[in-house]
């Protein structure tokens, strides 16, 4: 059964670093997604990203963050200058078309930024 | 704004017992609703959905969650919980503002222990 691959599983880094996170979506999938979880707290929206734009983006998806699909396959997210609040679960997802709800998540990525 | 409330954070239940996971949700159409299951170190899972039709809808592992639009809930049940069971779960709203990509709104989980 397909699904939604991410790398690194985890990742620590020191602040004010750079960071990529890497997802490779369901293949004939169109709308992508990046979600973080903060430990302890909700499961939060950042960014949706469709036709190689960005389509919706939350108010944590300030200029520090952002994502591009490089090529057919990966679905990046980059955050410039990592801050100690930063550290959480991004989980990538991806949803086959507009009007369908049901998004596949991948198993993200912990960062931890130190 | 829409919203998900689980009302429990962690619950415990015997196994073999049943089990019923609460959730609530704000909005006045009829919602995308959606509860997915997190094992540790684990991604998202997605147990059952419910976009319209019949109110008791049936996932994978056994379990089923029924929608109540006169109280707003879309709790998750299973009626005999296994030791496996063990997770947290999330309940989560198709967004369906203008504007919106369709991105979901998640509760806070409830973290579930099975005792032996």
């Known amino acids: 059964e397909p699904e939604v691959t991410q790398t690194p599983s985890h990742q620590v880094t020191q602040m004010g670093q750079e960071v990529i996170l890497r997802c490779v979506p369901i293949?004939?999938?169109?709308?992508f997604y990046w979600y973080r979880q903060i430990l302890g707290q909700k499961v939060e929206f950042l960014v949706s990203f469709y036709n190689n734009e960005i389509s919706e983006k939350s108010e944590i998806f300030d200029d520090q963050f952002s994502v591009e699909r490089p090529d057919g396959s990966n679905f990046t997210l980059k955050i410039r200058s990592t801050k100690l609040e930063d550290s959480a679960m991004y989980f990538c997802?991806?949803?086959?078309?507009?009007?369908?709800?049901?998004?596949?998540f991948g198993p993200g990525t912990r960062l931890t930024v130190t | 704004a829409q919203s998900v409330t689980q009302p429990d954070i962690h619950i415990t239940v015997s196994e073999g017992a049943s089990l019923e996971l609460r959730c609530n949700y704000s909005y006045g159409a009829t919602p995308y609703l959606f509860w997915y299951v997190q094992s540790p170190g684990q991604g998202l899972q997605l147990l059952l959905k419910y976009f319209s039709g019949d109110t008791l809808v049936q996932g994978i592992k056994g379990f089923e969650a029924e929608f109540k639009r006169s109280q707003s809930s879309f709790n998750l049940r299973k009626p005999s919980v296994h030791w496996s069971d063990a997770a947290e779960y999330f309940c989560?709203?198709?967004?369906?503002?203008?504007?919106?990509?369709?991105?979901?709104?998640f509760g806070k989980g409830t973290k579930l222990s099975v005792k032996p």
């Open positions: 997802a991806s949803k086959l078309r507009w009007e369908i709800y049901e998004q596949y």
């Open positions: 989560a709203v198709g967004r369906e503002e203008r504007g919106s990509q369709g991105n979901l709104i």
């Open positions: 293949s004939n999938h169109l709308y």
